[in-house]
């Protein structure tokens, strides 16, 4: 008879996170599917996935210290702790197994338990930033010295279990933060007056950012979605992606500073002439503002048009002419008499011009396939 195979904790692990992955993303039977993918016993997958949980559940007794005050609540700074699987900030909750840090729907990973994470994090303070923390505030104690992690750490993602953290480290040194933001404030001021100067400013924010690689945090963001807005061609596609990567991450896909950088993003792709990747991201984006803002909203009825035209460029002018005359029809329906509607009018005249020219020119007359003219 065959000895069962002997699987490393690494294997065991990845093979819960990938489980725990599947239920945040919304898939039916998490677990068969996953073993099926790993070839593993799906009952041998359920012992990993129950046991870790029941780790995760139970750590904080055995996490936490107890030699001072007890029953004390110690919780994170707010925007700090992501989740590694929907990559929404995870907030903390009170239930009847104590405090948790959960996701909002969709996604679907089990709690974790605040006690426990703050207790890993304010270790990893002492380790690395014990003076950050005041004396009278008992450094010593890791559950007190979390409560500082925000001052040397950009954004903490975790995973399966209390301990399953990735911490993301801040790019550069550089200057101090407050004469950083006051440069992306000044930068904003002058970005439509004096672009020289503007660029120089961000330029001296994003000193040591890599776009590609570089940890993530708000002002950097900030500054990069402003430097796209006054680039072209592929400088000004690279710094909109980091901008909106950057976003998402810390604020989700839905915040509003997260839209208007993928709507940058966008537009920047469209000006370079990617008009496929142009048209994906404007859909995603009527799509989210449609839920945010509603779809019966300006900003929602603009991305359509603009979609429209991209869709245009791409040559699917019959789709173009139908998605533009839909958007005019509602935008007259909610919005009687507004200057928009115009706008839009001209721009479906446009289209139905161009359509007429390559409908009556010489290859209309020589009867080309309606593809062909195209």
């Not at 003076?131 to 500082?148: C, E, G």
């Not at 000006?271 to 449609?290: E, I, P, T, V, W």
Request: aromatic share 4%; net charge positive.
């Amino acid at each position: 008879m065959a000895t069962p195979p002997k699987y490393t904790s690494d294997v065991i692990a990845d093979a819960v996170r990938q489980v725990e992955s599947a239920r945040a993303t919304g898939r039916r039977g998490p677990i068969s599917t996953v073993a099926q993918e790993l070839n593993l016993d799906r009952r041998l997958l359920q012992t990993w996935v129950s046991k870790a949980r029941a780790e995760a559940a139970t750590a904080a007794p055995h996490a936490t210290p107890r030699t001072d005050v007890t029953n004390d609540t110690v919780v994170l700074p707010d925007g700090l702790l992501h989740c590694q699987f929907c990559q929404q900030p995870m907030t903390p909750l009170f239930t009847y197994a104590g405090l948790v840090y959960d996701c909002p729907p969709p996604c679907h990973r089990p709690p974790l338990n605040a006690a426990a994470i703050a207790h890993t994090v304010g270790q990893l303070v002492l380790r690395h930033a014990a003076h950050l923390v005041p004396a009278h505030t008992h450094p010593k104690r890791a559950s007190i010295a979390a409560t500082h992690a925000h001052r040397f750490i950009a954004r903490i993602t975790a995973g399966t279990y209390p301990t399953d953290l990735r911490i993301t480290w801040p790019s550069t040194a550089g200057q101090p933060r407050h004469a950083l933001t006051e440069d992306l404030h000044l930068a904003r001021q002058f970005a439509s007056t004096d672009p020289t100067r503007t660029h120089h400013l961000l330029h001296s924010i994003l000193t040591g950012v890599d776009p590609t690689t570089t940890a993530t945090n708000t002002l950097h963001a900030e500054a990069a979605h402003l430097l796209a807005t006054l680039l072209h061609s592929k400088a000004a596609i690279r710094w909109a992606d980091y901008a909106h990567r950057s976003l998402t991450h810390l604020h989700g896909p839905t915040a509003p500073t997260t839209l208007t950088a993928a709507h940058t993003l966008a537009t920047a792709h469209r000006r370079a002439g990617h008009h496929q990747r142009a048209l994906r991201l404007y859909q995603q984006l009527a799509d989210h503002l449609a839920t945010t803002a509603g779809p019966d909203a300006h900003p929602t009825l603009a991305v359509r048009v603009t979609t429209a035209l991209v869709l245009n460029d791409l040559g699917h002018h019959d789709a173009a002419r139908t998605l533009l005359a839909d958007t005019i029809t509602h935008h007259r329906r909610t919005h009687p008499g507004h200057p928009a509607t115009h706008r839009m009018a001209e721009h479906l005249d446009q289209l139905q011009n161009h359509a007429t020219c390559r409908n009556s020119g010489p290859e209309a007359s020589m009867g080309l396939p309606a593809l062909v003219q195209a």
